[in-house]
């Protein structure tokens, strides 16, 4: 009942005219932010923090929850639209909101997409109201090992859900885990791949590598493909979600932020994993799996509500032990250290006003980005319509200016652009680039998990199993590596040797892995048969 008490007087500051405001200013910047690539709310909150110094702690940080939640909808819309993902937690949602707009069903995908997120924004906000101090007092007990089964399965989930050939898959986690080895080693200091260069000490940033495979190697894909003339415009289509849509999406909608939820709230790479495992799971309860990789509803529902309350997942971490678990949580915590505020289990106690009016501004954004955003969904569409050339020089030019905004660095954009020839090459040789991503963002933190784990057991292997949560995750990974073999032992099983969905194509495959050269070669039939 305490709890009650303290969430509505929480409402009582949100909804001050002030407050509203800033929480609409938020929601509209992220939203726009996230869709430029590579600049996403992370970005945004850094560079909006020395503007909030003259505002009040509570009015900063709705604003900041604001940018958040709307950043990770911006970065949906070009993932939708464009394949070019705003953020790393749009990353799935092209696998199969890109194939529904080439169809012409964008501002269904978008519909879908916000919907999700106001759903999974909804529920997570209640969970995070509800299991804020069980989630918290869970979070500590996991350790190391635990931390590296969970990445381990990522890393196997992504590979075996997209393509047909898992040799190629492997070949794309492998370049993603090697550009991720570059820098110095965490634990010894070594350098490792940076050729003698101080620049690459440090690593190379997740965002040039995301925009460099997603945007730029799209761009150059694209341009290779429609040199010799241009493509009809795609049709935007009916604005509105039908009555067979929604009958398809309400279920991944609701069971999205149960994945979403406990993955924020735990270190474990924030939207990044539990957005890929929602996705295997729509894929293996859908009844409509062969649509899958070619425009289904469910592929953009689920991901999309488990990525909303993965945000407010990631917050349960961030308020009750200080421990951010993504870059906006991280900015957000020097925020409070710039207020003078130390996040952890007393803030509750201590700073009551401002945590119940965070919190109660997250259910306000999330009514403010559905309003917002479903009337604009054939609005967003309509990017569509923009001639290509001038589109994708639009993408290469904002994905330029977010890769030189990292650091400064004209070397950012030379690896840039080589490593959006390096997309252009996966895509050309058939690798999917997903698991390239996903390896580059999780491989570091797998690897200082793993090399924990063994120093705490002496170099043992069997400490990387020493928990029951980390055997568990392990038989699921089993599981997921001998189905293939076990699925061709079944008798009888109907539909035993057709391609499975999402299948790549090596000489058309776009950042999910799906076909990108049926549009193009049903163009060249048209044109060969017009002659």
């Avoid at 405001?21 to 590579?38: D, E, F, M, N």
């Avoid at 799209?218 to 039908?242: D, F, M, Y």
């Avoid at 999330?366 to 609005?379: K, R």
Wanted: without cysteine.
């Amino acid at each position: 009942m305490d709890t009650l008490n303290l969430l509505w007087e929480g409402f009582g500051t949100a909804l001050t005219p002030a407050n509203l405001l800033y929480a609409a200013i938020g929601v509209l910047l992220g939203t726009a932010i996230g869709v430029l690539p590579g600049i996403g709310p992370a970005m945004a909150v850094a560079l909006l923090l020395p503007v909030t110094y003259a505002l009040a702690p509570t009015s900063a940080f709705i604003m900041f929850a604001g940018i958040y939640y709307g950043g990770m909808f911006g970065g949906s819309t070009t993932s939708i639209l464009l394949n070019t993902p705003g953020e790393t937690a749009a990353v799935v949602t092209a696998i199969e909101g890109n194939p529904m707009a080439r169809k012409g069903r964008g501002a269904q995908a978008l519909a879908a997409a916000a919907i999700g997120h106001f759903v999974g924004g909804l529920i997570g906000t209640i969970l995070l109201v509800v299991l804020a101090p069980t989630v918290a007092s869970l979070a500590v007990d996991i350790g190391a090992p635990d931390y590296f089964a969970i990445m381990v399965l990522a890393f196997i989930a992504v590979t075996s859900v997209l393509g047909k050939s898992r040799v190629r898959g492997f070949a794309s986690l492998l370049i993603g885990l090697t550009i991720g080895l570059i820098g110095l080693d965490e634990m010894t200091g070594q350098q490792r791949l940076t050729f003698g260069s101080l620049h690459l000490a440090d690593g190379i940033d997740v965002v040039i590598v995301a925009v460099g495979l997603f945007a730029v190697g799209e761009s150059l894909w694209v341009a290779a493909h429609l040199r010799h003339g241009q493509t009809k415009p795609i049709p935007v289509g009916r604005p509105w979600l039908g009555r067979e849509d929604l009958r398809r999406a309400w279920k991944p909608w609701l069971r999205g932020p149960l994945i979403g939820f406990p993955f924020g709230a735990i270190p474990a790479g924030g939207a990044e994993i539990p957005t890929f495992l929602s996705y295997v799971t729509e894929k293996r309860l859908s009844k409509h799996r062969q649509e899958f990789g070619k425009g289904a509803i469910e592929g953009v529902a689920g991901p999309e509500a488990t990525a909303s309350a993965s945000a407010a997942g990631t917050l349960v971490s961030m308020l009750t032990l200080g421990l951010p678990t993504t870059a906006v949580a991280a900015v957000m915590l020097a925020a409070f250290q710039q207020y003078g505020i130390q996040p952890g289990p007393l803030l509750f106690e201590r700073e009551p006003g401002l945590v119940w009016g965070l919190i109660a501004s997250l259910f306000v954004g999330t009514v403010l980005l559905l309003v917002l955003n479903l009337p604009l969904a054939p609005v967003w569409a309509r990017l569509l319509r923009i001639p290509r050339p001038y589109l994708y020089a639009g993408i290469l030019f904002f994905a330029s200016v977010g890769a030189y905004a990292v650091s400064g660095q004209v070397l950012d954009l030379l690896l840039l652009f080589v490593i959006g020839l390096l997309g252009f090459a996966m895509r050309r040789f058939g690798l999917p680039v997903l698991p390239a991503i996903i390896a580059v963002i999780l491989g570091p933190a797998a690897e200082q998990q793993m090399r924990r784990a063994l120093q705490l057991s002496d170099g043992s292997l069997t400490g990387l199993v020493n928990t029951p949560f980390s055997i568990a995750v392990y038989v699921v990974v089993l599981a997921l590596l001998l189905w293939p073999v076990l699925r061709r032992l079944l008798p009888g099983r109907p539909g035993a040797t057709a391609p499975a969905a999402g299948d790549t194509d090596p000489a058309g495959t776009d950042p999910a892995g799906t076909d990108r050269s049926g549009s193009i070669d049903e163009e060249r039939t048209r044109e060969n048969a017009s002659r």
